[in-house]
């Protein structure tokens, strides 16, 4: 398997306090099954859809206990060399370069602007097995309330071009590599969100059915941000699971209007 561009998403885990509950409430809305704990490595806990694996999630390690949210890691063919490029453009690392045995090597870090996000530097594990299917990753988008630091930040770590979305109602950019987009960028707004929300990458869930996915994540206790709404790309709604982890799930088959301009 050819390696993917730097910057590509790879990766997407969570820390949960209530470890079974998080796998309950992922089971029962994006379909998922569980693979055994690892118990070398914190008990993380791969997630499959249709038997590839999608996601991960593991227990906070003690002292790390707080509110759970998901966590995207962007591809690096040398973690330690990105963590650089991450300090020189003027972010932060949180976790220093470190192997995890042979499946690869991560950091995590924040940009700027506050937004949180991993480096994976892939050995055996490749990252995700599935992408656009049911109960995998699809998509995801920086929320920053300060899209100038973000916009300068992660195209100068990562290579991307910068291109905008032609809608007024909106400060929407797409970060771009070669020809195909790799990632949103999304301006938080006061009206939009509390103050109290911070910036953070909200990471997009493929289901087969939008609204039965909202009901099942509300009936078990989610917290419905924001739609269902139906897009050029699909239809999508914002959640918030019991855990207080943000994510969005689409249903990419139901579309409506016509694709926007990127200039």
């Given at each position: ?112 602007g506050g937004v ?15 992408q656009n299917e ?130």
């Amino acid at each position: 398997m050819a390696a993917v561009p730097a910057g590509t998403p790879i990766w997407a885990d969570a820390m949960f306090t209530d470890l079974e509950g998080a796998k309950t409430f992922y089971s029962e809305v994006l379909g998922w099954t569980f693979g055994e704990a690892s118990s070398e490595y914190g008990n993380y806990t791969e997630a499959y859809a249709d038997g590839k694996a999608v996601a991960a999630v593991v227990p906070p390690m003690p002292g790390q206990e707080g509110q759970s949210q998901w966590c995207l890691y962007l591809a690096s063919p040398d973690a330690a060399a990105t963590a650089g490029k991450i300090r020189e453009n003027g972010g932060t690392v949180l976790m220093e370069p470190m192997e995890v045995g042979d499946f690869g090597s991560m950091c995590l870090a924040r940009d700027p602007g506050g937004v949180t996000f991993g480096v994976w530097q892939a050995g055996t594990h490749k990252g995700f097995e599935a992408q656009n299917e049911p109960g995998a990753f699809c998509w995801a988008e920086v929320m920053t309330r300060a899209p100038e630091k973000s916009d300068a930040f992660f195209p100068a770590v990562f290579g991307y071009d910068v291109k905008t979305l032609d809608d007024p109602a909106m400060d929407f950019k797409i970060y771009q590599l070669g020809e195909g987009p790799a990632l949103g960028r999304m301006k938080m707004t006061d009206e939009e969100f509390p103050p109290e929300v911070p910036s953070y990458i909200q990471v997009y869930f493929t289901v087969p059915d939008c609204d039965a996915a909202v009901a099942a994540a509300q009936k078990l206790g989610a917290t419905l941000a924001f739609g269902p709404m139906t897009i050029p790309f699909g239809r999508f709604a914002a959640l918030v699971d019991p855990q207080g982890a943000a994510f969005a799930v689409i249903d990419v088959t139901t579309t409506e209007g016509e694709m926007p301009q990127l200039t």
